[in-house]
T-cell receptor, first 112, second 113 residues
Framework: LAKTTQPISMDSYEGQEVNITCSHN???????ITWYQQFPSQGPRFIIQ???TKVTNEVASLFIPADRKSSTLSLPRVSLSDTAVYYC?????????????FGDGTTLTVKP | NAGVTQTPKFQVLKTGQSMTLQCAQD?????MYWYRQDPGMGLRLIYY???????DKGEVPNGYNVSRLNKREFSLRLESAAPSQTSVYFC????????????FGPGTRLTVL
């Protein structure tokens, strides 16, 4: 099962771009990379998912290099409301469902 | 469409008491999950169910039992609560097609005295 490593915490200021990198050296061929966001006292919610190269949606971008051993979540022009914990999850495809681990995530603090 | 619902929202137990946490989803998802989250920590998988009638252990199953009652409902039971089980419990569900993601409930905050 792919184990992920993320920075424990990051600080940023409003309006800046934030990049959070996740390492997953033993990612399997059929594993997807999914990022979740969690606010205090709430369950995690999906932000973005990708398999390779680059994925962009209305909230974020996800960059995945060719070897897929890492991925970078990019949040453009963050605001105070982006302060949350961000989790990188590897797996969530087919029979690996349920065996993915969340880890401790990255606590992002956005300052005014 | 309520998504994933959990009851109760809050619960206080005394050591040794038992209780069942309820979870239901109305999205016709195949897989369901129970996680616990201790203060300042990430989520740890307790049990999951890939389909109705099947359950499997996650990272931290000791002290818990689960029942997948039907496709919609997945309950978590603490037979003899311990202070170490004080945590926030999240239920999640997933359809299980390639690339699908998990949908989480609002959580149950449990305190064991």
């Amino acid at each position: 099962l792919a184990k992920t490593t993320q920075p424990i915490s990051m600080d940023s200021y409003e309006g800046q771009e934030v990049n959070i990198t996740c390492s997953h050296n033993n990612i399997a061929t059929n594993d997807y990379i999914t990022w979740y966001q969690q606010f205090p006292s709430q369950g995690p919610r999906f932000i973005i998912q990708g398999y390779k190269t680059k994925v962009t949606n209305e909230v974020a971008s996800l960059f995945i290099p060719a070897d897929r051993k890492s991925s970078t979540l990019s949040l453009p022009r963050v605001s105070l409301s982006d302060t949350a914990v961000y989790y990188c999850l590897v797996g969530e495809s087919g029979t690996n469902a349920g065996k993915s681990t969340f880890g401790d995530g990255t606590t992002l603090t956005v300052k005014p | 469409n309520a998504g994933v619902t959990q009851t109760p929202k809050f619960q206080v137990l005394k050591t040794g008491q038992s209780m069942t946490l309820q979870c239901a989803q109305d999205m016709n998802h195949n897989s369901m999950y129970w996680y616990r989250q201790d203060p300042g920590m990430g989520l740890r998988l307790i049990y999951y169910s890939a389909s109705e009638g099947t359950t499997d252990k996650g990272e931290v199953p000791n002290g818990y039992n689960v029942s997948r009652l039907n496709k919609r409902e997945f309950s978590l039971r603490l037979e003899s609560a311990a202070p170490s089980q004080t945590s926030v419990y999240f239920c999640a569900s997933r359809r299980d097609r390639v690339g699908d993601t998990q949908y989480f409930g609002p959580g149950t905050r449990l305190t064991v005295l």
